[in-house]
């Protein structure tokens, strides 16, 4: 009854746990052995486990081991500023949203990166996923996985993906009017950072910009545009009521379900579109976000990578680790096994990869596209009075111009209170 | 204020007929009739468990009765809820509502029933003047001495100038002295209302002291009603027997027949004295006395009989003592079922 | 005599000022220094702005709003609902041990874990609510992005978890009236509304208080449920004092705002206390002078 697959990693965990017990005896009769410690999201804990076996099995003088944070990324966040505030942290490494980096860095818990990877440490990365792992002039974080919003669309219903919303809004008008999908475009517009990520794209869409050279630029135009767009999404009722309260599980549900005809989500949707009990099974692609003539198809960098902790007792150790997980090698096992998208240029062009995974180029071009939020230790209250005053507009609550008016005045304001550290 | 009557059989005060009360396989009353008459206070007398509370609370309505029903004033009162019997009741613990100032305790029941406040006060005014409440009027019952709550439910069921007057041993929470104090005064307060009265205790001394009439309940039954001194003398059995007169009846053993000697018909002489025509008598040895001031009671040790309590005024001289008494005076019972035997003292009057 | 009572008292008095006044200290102290990611989480003292900032956050003002709504209306349902259940457990039923056991159930159960199933049920298009309208050709409810009805939302969840709280805490209270009260107050004739209302309520009050007070208590810092179920949300409609200090000190690493904030609601609390305890003692005067 066990899935091969199980069985498998029982036995793996049976010799690694066989294996890791007489190393380590053998470790401790020769030489001392540094213990690294890893905090990382419960889904990356799981995808390294046979990575971690495989570096503790060739690095007899470390001992590597991870801890299986929680599940949801603001919850891993609050775990790690928990144990980082009580002073001495129990982890050398912390896999860190691309969100995180800034604030992390200007609270003093990150050690600079430059000078334990080189100066050559990110010249391997595809384009976008270089960006948001240098804050200040200096490195504080090394990509392990990267990711972007992409827009989903249903093979089965158009032959080509619309690239203006204006398009978007047509077609999907044409099939809700034809009654072939309740709802045309699902998204999410819940009030939390996921909404930020939306909002970004749209934004770049449609010409705006969230900052230019650490001035909000929020009630620009394109800005109001741009919020407008959303708005009436909902009002024309492309877009459900309900995805004021829906977060990235909500809207592919409702996608998953064959009830939208497009969807804005992550890459990790892709194959949870395409596991075999899928109703939507070979019927589904990806591209970038559709934005207005003349301007980029944005997708928000959302990448995965690992920091090292000002706290770490080992740091030698530790970036060994570092070294380790985002290795070439790595990567690619984490793609074919996983389907995690790499930030390796060399592991995106990698034939046998190429061979087996068939959209990697889409994401490479994708990533490409890559936008990021704003670099500032006080990002999270930007967000915050982002996707706040953009979940207004989208219930209704608020006229777009009032609201985004409003949001510059509030996002200046923080800014100057925070003495311009933008 | 009585209630309005309603052609009965023109009796006017309470009527039990056939009440019973069952619970599961219990029963608590069974087929009881009785009646009280207006201006009556009727007591009903029994330890505890032998339905006496069961039949008050069948009365004033508290629990429904199995079987038989009960008249008030004429009209037939078995399945009227509580609050339109008319019937005002005295709880053992007198249920005074501890939020409520003397005063709103005794006015409650008429600012519920809509009274004006002006005949509200009126009422009041009487009721506590009577009971001599008036300098507590707005005290809280936790600031009450034991007599003065008990005077505070009398006057909460005074109040309501019911049809029936209910008290379920009102007396049993205060001290003996006080008891004995307020016996008369109650039984006159209680007579003066005009209405049927019915008094539960387990005390005989109150029971003979209050009451007109006397129900001895054992087990739910009826086992014997009358006068004070009826049931004293001339007692249906040997439960209603023991149950009155303290000390209690004497029991010997004479064959299948039991005889019951009252403690203060029997005579104590010396040992070996001649027994006079028509009297009977036991040779012991006196084991200890009792002083009650005015009399005392010897305890005598007689052979295989056991021991018998003798009242007498004066304390015996000798310790071998002969017990002697009038054969007449001998209560005979059943050994086995404890039914009166014919030919006892007293001649049936009723 | 006077000193040896406080000598007694001592250890009471230091366990309290170790539990209750340091914390408060300390807060008020950080209330007065900024310390938050841009000073590298180093205290740096700064006077009364962040007393003037709460003045004029009107966010901190709207979430006090918006606290005040949620304990109003989840407090008073508790105890209404909290009240008629107990009264109903207090009926000589058949069952009645299952009884109360199966209506404490949402009260045994982790806030998160009844907020997670609440989220569920409020789905709009997939929870059974909406399925139940949807199969009535009715349109669906948006409970949760919906400002005017997600507050609502959140109200009815909490007192479907805390309801047998009330009803737990009124029930012990119902147990310790005696039965020859009401014997008493059925032969006055008393209705049953009259009997709750003169000899029930009256004789319960003090476990209403009770009560209200934890129940005012947890409302007033209602956070998980918020958190797992709107996250604030929609347009702030739901965010709760707590979630704010919350999110200051996790989120933003702005930890003298957090604490301004938190003692900027706990004063809130005092001064609605007081006024609670100001209007209870003048409205008892005032019964007391009608009669």
Redesign the interface.
């Known amino acids: 009854m066990i899935p091969p697959r199980a069985l498998r990693r029982w036995a793996l965990l049976l010799i690694a746990l066989l294996g890791s017990l007489s190393l380590g005896l053998w470790g401790l009769a020769t030489e001392r052995v540094e213990p690294v410690s890893v905090l990382m999201p419960a889904p990356f804990a799981d995808a390294t486990a046979e990575l971690v076996n495989a570096f503790n099995r060739s690095h007899p003088r470390i001992a590597l081991s991870v801890t299986r944070g929680p599940l949801e990324t603001e919850a891993v966040s609050d775990l790690a500023i928990s144990s980082l505030l009580l002073g001495e942290s129990p982890y050398d490494l912390l896999l860190m949203d691309v969100s995180w980096t800034p604030k992390y860095a200007a609270a003093g818990w990150l050690e600079p990166l430059d000078r334990w990877l080189g100066p050559d440490a990110l010249s391997d990365l595809a384009p976008g996923a270089e960006l948001g792992n240098a804050f200040s002039g200096q490195l504080w974080r090394f990509p392990l996985v990267a990711d972007m919003g992409l827009l989903y669309w249903r093979t089965d219903l158009m032959d080509a993906p619309p690239r203006t919303p204006a398009e978007l809004v047509a077609i999907s008008r044409r099939l809700q009017r034809e009654g072939r999908v309740p709802w045309g475009y699902v998204w999410q517009g819940k009030q939390y950072e996921g909404l930020s990520c939306v909002v970004l794209e749209v934004l770049r869409g449609f010409g705006g910009h969230w900052h230019v050279e650490n001035q909000p630029q929020l009630d620009s135009p394109a800005a109001v545009a741009a919020a407008s767009w959303l708005q009436d999404l909902v009002r024309q009722g492309i877009t459900p009521e309900a995805v004021a309260n829906m977060g990235e599980p909500e809207a592919l549900q409702l996608f998953q379900a064959g009830d939208a005809a497009f969807m804005r989500n992550w890459p990790y949707a892709w194959a949870e579109l395409n596991k075999p009990d899928s109703p939507l099974r070979g019927k589904v692609a990806f591209t970038t976000m559709v934005s207005e003539e003349g301007q980029p198809h944005a997708a928000t960098q959302g990448s995965w990578g690992f920091s090292l902790l000002t706290g770490s007792q080992h740091k030698a150790a530790a970036v060994e680790v570092l070294r380790f997980l985002t290795s070439a090698e790595a990567q690619k096992q984490l793609n074919l096994r996983w389907g995690y998208t790499p930030t390796r240029l060399s592991v995106f062009e990698d034939p046998e990869l190429r061979a087996a995974n068939p959209v990697l180029a889409d994401l490479q071009q994708a990533l490409a596209a890559a936008v990021l939020r704003p670099l500032s230790p006080v990002y999270a209250q930007l967000s915050d009075l982002l996707y706040r005053d953009v979940n207004t507009v989208i219930t209704g609550d608020q006229p777009a111009p009032t609201a985004m008016r409003e949001l510059q005045s509030n996002s200046e304001r923080l800014l100057r209170s925070s003495g311009g550290q933008g | 204020m009585s209630g309005p009557m309603s052609a009965g059989d023109g009796f006017q005060g309470l009527k039990l007929r056939q009440l019973s009360r069952r619970v599961g396989s219990h029963t608590l009353v069974d087929q009881l009739s009785l009646t009280v008459a207006p201006g009556e206070i009727l007591a009903l007398l029994g330890p505890s468990g032998c339905g006496k509370s069961s039949t008050l609370r069948l009365i004033a309505g508290l629990d429904p009765a199995s079987s038989g029903e009960i008249q008030l004033g004429g009209r037939n009162i078995t399945a009227l809820p509580p609050a339109e019997r008319q019937v005002a009741m005295v709880f053992q613990s007198y249920a005074l509502f501890p939020h409520l100032s003397v005063e709103r305790n005794l006015s409650l029941g008429m600012e519920l029933r809509g009274m004006g406040r002006a005949e509200i006060q009126r009422d009041l005014d009487q009721v506590l003047a009577l009971m001599q409440l008036e300098g507590l009027r707005q005290r809280k019952p936790a600031e009450l001495s034991g007599g003065q709550r008990q005077r505070v439910a009398l006057a909460r069921a005074l109040i309501r100038r019911p049809a029936l007057f209910l008290l379920d041993e009102p007396m049993s929470n205060l001290d003996a002295q006080l008891r004995d104090n307020l016996r008369a005064e109650l039984r006159t307060l209680l007579r003066s209302t005009g209405v049927p009265v019915v008094y539960v205790t387990h005390d005989q001394h109150e029971a003979m002291g209050l009451a007109d009439r006397i129900v001895v309940l054992r087990e739910g039954r009826l086992q014997q009603l009358g006068t004070a001194e009826r049931l004293y003398r001339d007692p249906a059995n040997r439960f209603v027997a023991r149950f009155l007169g303290s000390p209690t009846v004497n029991l010997i053993e004479r064959g299948t027949t039991q005889l019951g000697l009252r403690p203060e018909l029997l005579e104590l002489t010396d040992a070996g004295s001649p027994v006079p025509q028509g009297w009977e008598a036991l040779e012991g040895q006196l084991s200890h006395r009792e002083w009650l001031g005015d009399r005392v009671i010897s305890h005598v040790q007689c052979a295989e009989q056991g021991t018998l309590r003798v009242l007498s005024r004066e304390a015996p001289i000798s310790s071998a003592l002969q017990v002697r008494w009038r054969q007449a005076d001998a209560l005979r019972f059943d050994a086995r079922s404890g039914e009166r035997l014919p030919g006892s003292n007293t001649p049936h009057t009723e | 005599m006077r000193w040896r009572l406080w000598l007694l008292m001592a250890p009471a008095l230091a366990l309290l000022l170790a539990i209750f006044a340091a914390p408060l200290l300390h807060y008020l102290w950080l209330s007065t220094q900024a310390q938050s990611?841009?000073t590298?989480?180093q205290p740096q003292p700064i006077g009364a702005q962040q007393w003037l900032?709460l003045w004029n956050d009107g966010r901190f003002w709207q979430d006090t709003w918006q606290t005040l709504r949620f304990s109003a209306a989840s407090v008073s349902l508790e105890m209404l609902l909290g009240l008629a259940v107990a009264l109903l457990l207090n009926q000589p039923l058949r069952g009645r041990g299952v009884l109360r056991t199966i209506s404490l159930l949402p009260w045994a159960l982790p806030t998160t874990v009844m907020a997670l199933g609440w989220r569920w049920i409020f789905?709009?298009?997939?929870g059974p609510i909406s399925r139940l309208l949807a199969g009535l050709e009715l349109p669906?409810i948006?409970f949760?992005?919906?400002?005017a009805l997600?507050w609502m939302a959140t109200v009815g969840a909490d007192t479907w978890k805390t309801t047998p709280f009330v009803a737990l805490l009124l029930l012990a209270g119902l147990q310790t009236i005696?039965a020859?009260?009401y014997?008493?107050?059925?032969?006055?004739?008393?209705?049953p509304w009259?009997t709750l209302r003169?000899?029930t309520l009256?004789?319960l009050?003090p476990y209403l208080l009770i009560a209200l007070l934890f129940r005012l208590a947890q409302a007033l810092g209602v956070f998980d449920l918020i958190q797992v179920l709107?996250?604030?949300?929609?347009?702030?409609s739901t965010e709760s004092l707590a979630l704010y200090a919350y999110?200051n000190a996790?989120?933003?690493?702005?930890f003298g705002y957090s604490a301004t904030l938190l003692l900027g609601s706990f004063a809130i609390l005092l001064i609605l206390c007081g006024a609670g305890a100001v209007i209870w003692r003048w409205s008892l005067r005032w019964q007391g002078g009608l009669?």
């Open positions: 990611v841009l590298g989480l900032r789905n709009d298009p997939y669906a948006p949760l992005s919906n400002p997600t005696p020859d009260l014997e008493a107050a059925a032969l006055e004739g008393a209705t009259q003169r000899i009256p004789l009050t709107t996250g604030g949300g929609p347009a702030g999110l996790m989120r933003f690493l702005d009669r």
